[in-house]
C-alpha cells in the first residue's frame, strides 16, 4: 500500500501530529510496560514498523543506547525525520508488500498498524522472518469490534451523533480494507505462526484530555470523507465538534490489544 491507495489517515495532513501526540498519551505507557516487561537492554536491535511519530521510536534509541540499532518503517516517514540519527535508521518500508529491512532483531514491535495493512498475513511473516532465534514480536492492535461506541454512555442527542459518526468513520475502514475485529485474533495468529509464550491484554482509555484530543483531531482529519460519503452533514460535524470542544461527553476509544510472543 502507498499513500495514493486512499489510506484515510494520511500522515502528511495537519491533524495527524494531533493524533500521534494523543496516541502517544494514551498508549506509550501501555507499550513501554510491555516492551520493559520483555526484558529490553542495551545493545538490542529493534524494528519499529509504521512508526508514524517519534515517542516510541526516541524511547527505543534511549533504551538500546550507541551499541544498539532502531529501524524505523512506514509508508510515509515525514514525521519521523526529528528521530533520524544513531541509533536510529528510517526507511521508507512498506511491512505488507516489502521484504523485512534486515533480520536478527531482538524486538519487532507494531502499534496500530496491521489492522490498515491490506495483506495482514505476509506483513506478519516479514515481522516474524526478521527476528532471530529467541526474539520477541509485540503487535497492538485496534479492535473496534469489540466496543463500537465514541460515548458508550449513549445519553443525549450529542452522544448519538458522536456515535454516529464513529459508525461512519468505521465503515470509511472497512472500505479500504481495515479489519475492525483484528485485534481479538492476534493470539491465535501468534501461535499458529510459531511463537511460544505467547500472552495478551487489552487497554481501553475512558474520558482523559487526549481521549478528546483524539476524537476532535480525526474528525477534522475525515471530514470531508464522512460528507462525500454522505454520512454527516458539514453542520452536522462541526456541532460534533462543538460538543466535544464543550467538554461534557465520556470520549472513549477503541480498545488496543497487545499481544506478544516469542521466535523458537
Not at 522472518?129 to 473496534?144: K, S, Y
Amino acid at each position: 500500500m502507498t499513500p495514493s491507495d486512499g489510506y484515510l489517515l494520511d500522515n502528511r495532513q495537519r491533524e495527524a501530529g494531533e493524533r500521534f501526540d494523543a496516541f502517544a498519551t494514551l498508549f506509550d505507557p501501555t507499550t513501554f510496560r510491555h516492551i520493559e516487561a520483555l526484558g529490553i537492554e542495551p545493545g538490542w536491535r529493534c524494528w519499529e514498523v509504521g512508526a508514524g511519530g517519534t515517542s516510541v521510536v526516541s524511547w527505543l534509541a534511549e533504551k538500546v543506547g550507541p551499541a544498539g540499532r532502531v529501524v524505523a518503517t512506514d509508508i510515509d516517514t515525514s514525521r519521523l525525520a526529528p528521530a533520524g540519527r544513531p541509533p536510529v535508521e528510517i526507511r521508507v518500508h512498506d511491512v505488507g508488500a516489502q521484504e523485512p529491512p534486515g533480520e536478527g532483531f531482538d524486538l519487532v514491535h507494531a502499534r496500530l498498524v496491521l489492522v490498515h495493512v491490506p495483506d495482514r498475513d505476509r506483513a506478519l511473516r516479514s515481522m516474524i522472518q526478521a527476528l532471530r532465534p529467541g526474539g520477541w514480536l509485540l503487535i497492538e492492535d485496534a479492535d473496534p469490534a469489540l466496543q463500537p461506541l465514541t460515548c458508550p454512555d449513549e445519553s443525549g442527542p450529542e452522544q448519538r451523533l458522536a456515535n454516529r459518526l464513529r459508525q461512519g468513520f468505521r465503515g470509511l475502514l472497512a472500505e479500504r480494507g481495515a479489519d475492525l475485529a483484528y485485534g481479538r485474533r492476534l493470539p491465535r495468529l501468534l501461535r499458529e505462526a510459531g511463537l511460544h509464550e505467547v500472552e495478551a491484554d487489552g487497554f481501553f482509555p475512558m474520558t482523559s484530555p487526549a481521549c478528546t484530543a483524539l476524537e476532535a483531531a480525526t474528525v477534522r482529519q475525515i471530514r470531508d470523507r464522512l460528507i462525500d460519503a454522505g454520512l454527516a452533514t458539514a453542520e452536522e460535524i462541526e456541532q460534533h465538534l462543538a460538543n466535544v470542544e464543550a467538554g461534557d461527553m465520556d470520549l472513549t476509544t477503541a480498545p488496543m490489544i497487545s499481544a506478544w510472543g516469542r521466535k523458537a
